[in-house]
């Protein structure tokens, strides 16, 4: 017993002494302090969501939810999502497709823009389109005239949405795309194959978990944008505000149980999408690994 | 393409002209005026400030986590991996309402870190604690993949050398990561300065204290000063568009050294 | 200094890469460490430098048993395979870099920076980076870098891998002269037998983590241990005739086989050079068809086809070659000379045998 003991310590010590690795105290010494790093503002936030949100009980919460303003804020985010999303995937395809498949002058000048969504501030986003469309924007007069709403309804939310989710479907795909070149398509325009029949048989099963992963990315974006949101929305109870805005009001209302419980919805849908992510990553590492080994045989 | 090019107009460039024209019709020194009232200048102040120090923090610990999930195995190594990209996914006014309530006096950190002094909720340091959390993954992010490539056989050379861990460390590893984490602490930096979400709730948006400057900006709307919220709003975009510039020299320089 | 390998085995979880080798490799010697990939070879260099630990066994250098210190204080030059250069580091800072650990006095790094830049041929080249640089001039700078602080022992992995052919051969020729002029005992990895035979004084021959043979170049080429090194330095010809009445037959060739009973399988090896090639068709006891000629220099490869499909291979001079006037498709006769008869691969070989000169059937017999 004691015989292994020491012969398992002395192991231990040996593997300690190569040159390229910690020593163990140190080693793990960095792993306790990233663990708690992560736990402090990772695992912490997230479980306190949750615990917040039942800090009233269950009948509390599903009260919350229940409120006729909350539901409406569900369906509000829902529509917003279903509006945008596809909107975004439709121009994300054209725009990877576009990068991807052709050489032409300005392509990364059309990257930039595309990116730009990226580097605006939301509250900047929201204002542009404010600017456009307010009662005191270009537009305002216009559309008053026609009795037309862009702002403080829905279109506005949807147009600052869309801004917002822009570039998440079209910077997943142009990788996926570039990387599976042209030659498949051009062999199946050989074969006769028209443009749609390729893009339907050929271009689109080739990119589908990367474009799956923006659709996923750009939907918990879209449901979860605040700042853009906020500016273009009104506030209007009931009527023009999604969920992030309900937790904002609920909060601004101290009914802190009931933001959390809204809150607790939009923490649910983010682990979907890490789920999600982190399932696609799972896949694509395997398909990767098996694709090397045919390559191999 | 020419989809492209019409969504791509429809989306971003003519809300982008409508501000950039909003701002032209003022005068350059009506702008200066707006831009630089003193409440301006203290929300551009934390803006930056807490960016920064939040920035600083995230390339230390970020630089921290990458290392650890690249080169150690641990349990919990997969779910702390994925859960990196939790506050990418998580929505921002979530993470602020969380936050804010985890360091508030009787939150589950609060309760411990109040009675020291530390005040977490409605103070600056609140604002640098949720532009963390917002920045936490981009410093990761970028750095895994190049400690990933990273050649041991190099470390091995320094060790062959006679150079301890930390030598090797500070000067053969270091340099090579430095342009990755510079990018990733200006991808976090860029997203800070931006951040709006988050910060409304646990900042308590105290004028010439706690306000941030896209606080700021809809403050100016709701007093219905659209002149003045443009004002402030091109102030940020110039700083993105420089970040974003930066940014792009940065990978450039990366990819110059990755061969 | 001398480098001593006592039992040392090395495991990682269930594969065993280096079984209970033991071997010495003398002050100031070049020692090459061969084998087909997978066979240890680097594993066991990496345990000279400390790099990797043995799971059991000593390893000792200058007569010191090193298992506890680690590779720091070892005081080795590693080159690695890809050099490993430091890329943010420029050629002087990459030489530099042990001698500033070391706590070498500004003035002495300067000196020795030049001293070695000039014995590499990289003068002018000290400020550029890795990335500026050919893939001969990094292999050099690698070399310097490792010999910079003066180590005891120098230890090279693969190091003409990464080069072309032609490179190859010039830095050959050059690290023999390096290790006459600085006489640092030296130990490298190549699966190229070639050239392990051209460079090294000594060669350590692995296979499968088992320690093969040791011996110099002449040693492993004439006394091969086994069929396994046998077969690996240079070309052998493997046949596997069949005893009957004595005599073990493949094809046309016979070998006598006394006392072995009826339908024993033999193995039976011969060297290029123990066959003997004549145009005239009546000077030996076997027929066949001059199938292809190798040029390999001075010396020529030729396959022989025999009537029943079988191939010899044989070698002989260029000036042989022409004097019998031999062209490819023409008809020879031949015999060998030597041969041995070849047990299990790691078994220790059969002292070669002498075939007496058999005359040629008379014309005709044979058909």
Not at chain 1, 214 to 233: T, W
Not at chain 2, 87 to 103: E, K, W
Not at chain 2, 182 to 211: C, M
Not at chain 3, 178 to 200: G, I, P, R, S
């Amino acid at each position: 017993m004691a015989g292994t003991l020491r012969k398992n310590w002395r192991g231990h010590r040996e593997a300690s002494q190569r040159g390229t690795e910690e020593p163990p105290l140190i080693k793990w010494l960095l792993i306790g302090a990233a663990l708690s790093f992560c736990v402090v503002f990772l695992l912490l936030p997230l479980a306190n969501v949750f615990a917040q949100a039942l800090a009233k009980g269950w009948a509390f919460y599903w009260k919350s939810l229940a409120h006729p303003d909350s539901r409406a804020a569900i369906r509000l985010t829902l529509t917003v999502a279903a509006i945008s999303v596809p909107l975004n995937v439709v121009f994300g395809l054209a725009a990877a497709w576009a990068i991807a498949k052709f050489q032409f002058r300005g392509k990364s000048l059309l990257i930039t823009l595309i990116d730009l969504p990226f580097s605006v501030s939301p509250v900047v986003a929201g204002l542009m389109f404010l600017v456009l469309f307010g009662l005191q924007g270009y537009l305002g007069e216009w559309l008053q005239d026609h009795n037309l709403r862009v702002i403080f309804a829905l279109p506005g939310i949807v147009l600052a949405t869309v801004f917002i989710t822009f570039p998440f479907v079209a910077r997943e795909l142009i990788p996926v795309m570039e990387a599976t070149g042209t030659e498949q398509e051009q062999a199946a325009l050989t074969l006769g194959a028209s443009g749609w029949q390729t893009f339907w048989h050929v271009t689109l099963p080739s990119v589908k978990w990367g474009l799956l992963y923006g659709i996923i990315l750009c939907n918990a974006r879209a449901m979860g944008e605040f700042g853009a949101v906020s500016v273009v929305s009104g506030h209007i109870t009931g009527q023009t505000d999604t969920m992030p805005l309900r937790v904002e009001k609920l909060y601004n209302e101290y009914n802190a149980a009931g933001a959390f419980a809204v809150a607790s919805l939009l923490a649910l849908l983010a682990l979907f999408t890490l789920a999600i992510k982190t399932f696609l990553e799972w896949r694509q590492s395997r398909e990767f690994a098996r694709a090397r080994t045919a390559g191999r045989v | 393409m020419g989809f492209t090019l019409v969504y791509l107009s429809a989306i971003v460039l003519i809300p982008f002209a409508g501000l950039v024209l909003r701002a032209c019709e003022l005068s350059w020194a009506d702008f200066w005026r707006l831009a630089t009232t003193d409440r301006a200048l203290a929300a551009y102040r934390l803006t930056f400030g807490a960016s920064l120090i939040a920035a600083l923090a995230n390339a230390l610990f970020g630089t921290l986590v990458a290392w650890v999930l690249v080169r150690y195995s641990f349990p919990g190594r997969r779910i702390i991996d994925a859960m990196v990209d939790f506050p990418f996914a998580l929505p921002t006014a979530v993470a602020g309402l969380t936050l804010s309530s985890l360091f508030a006096a009787n939150g589950w950190l609060g309760q411990f870190l109040v009675p020291l002094g530390i005040k977490g909720a409605f103070t600056q340091l609140g604002v640098v604690i949720a532009l963390t959390f917002v920045g936490l993954p981009f410093v990761v992010r970028t750095l895994q993949p190049v400690l990933h490539n990273l050649d041991r056989e190099v470390e091995e050379a320094a060790a062959t050398l006679g150079a301890g861990r930390l030598r090797t460390f500070v000067g053969v590893i270091a340099p090579t990561l430095l342009p990755a984490v510079l990018t990733g602490f200006a991808l976090a930096f860029a997203r800070a300065i931006g951040e709006y979400g988050s910060i409304v709730f646990i900042s308590g948006n105290l004028p010439f204290k706690t306000e941030i400057a896209p606080y700021l900006i809809v403050m100016r709307l709701e007093e219905y000063d659209y002149t003045g919220a443009v004002a402030l709003a091109v102030v940020l975009l110039v700083c993105s568009f420089l970040l974003l510039g930066a940014i792009n020299l940065l990978e450039a320089w990366t990819s110059r050294f990755a061969r | 200094m001398s480098i001593e390998l006592r039992n040392v085995s090395k495991r990682f979880g269930e594969v065993v890469a280096v079984n209970n080798v033991s071997f010495t490799v003398r002050e100031g010697e070049l020692m090459a460490l061969l084998g087909p990939s997978g066979g240890g070879k680097t594993t066991v260099l990496r345990m000279i430098a400390g790099l990797e630990m043995p799971t059991s066994g000593d390893v000792l250098i200058g007569g010191k048993r090193v298992n506890d210190v680690s590779v720091q204080q070892r005081n080795i030059g590693f080159v690695f395979q890809n050099y490993a250069l430091f890329n943010n580091m420029t050629v002087a800072r990459n030489i530099a870099f042990g001698l500033k650990i070391k706590k070498w006095r500004r003035a002495d790094i300067q000196a020795r920076i030049a001293e070695l830049l000039e014995l590499f041929g990289l003068q002018g080249l000290e400020s550029r980076y890795p990335h500026q640089l050919s893939g001969g001039q990094r292999q050099r700078v690698a070399i310097a870098r490792a010999l910079a602080p003066k180590p005891s022992v120098l230890l090279l992995d693969e190091p003409f891998g990464a080069v072309d052919a032609k490179i190859r051969q010039e830095l050959r020729e050059w690290l023999v002269t390096l290790h006459h002029d600085l006489n640092v005992t030296t130990v490298f990895v190549t699966h190229d037998q070639e050239e392990a035979m051209e460079v090294a004084n000594r060669i350590v021959i692995f296979s499968r983590g088992n320690l093969e043979q040791v011996g110099s170049p002449r040693e492993v080429y004439e006394q091969p241990a086994n069929e396994f090194v046998a077969r690996f330095i240079g070309v052998m010809n493997v046949l596997e005739p069949v005893v009957k009445d004595g005599v073990a037959r493949v094809g046309e060739l016979e070998f006598p086989a006394p006392g072995q009973p009826d339908g024993q399988k033999l193995r039976i090896g011969f060297r290029p050079y123990a066959v003997q090639i004549s145009s005239d068709l009546t000077q030996y006891r076997y027929r066949a068809v001059l199938r292809h000629t190798f040029f390999l220099g001075v010396l020529l490869r030729v396959e022989l086809e025999l009537p029943s499909g079988l191939i010899v291979r044989a070698r002989m001079t260029k000036e042989e070659y022409a004097h019998q006037g031999l062209e490819e498709g023409c008809e020879v006769s031949f015999q060998i000379r030597q041969y041995r008869v070849l047990a299990r691969e790691e078994a220790p070989l059969q002292p070669e045998l002498e075939l007496p000169y058999t005359p040629p059937p008379i014309l005709g017999e044979n058909i």
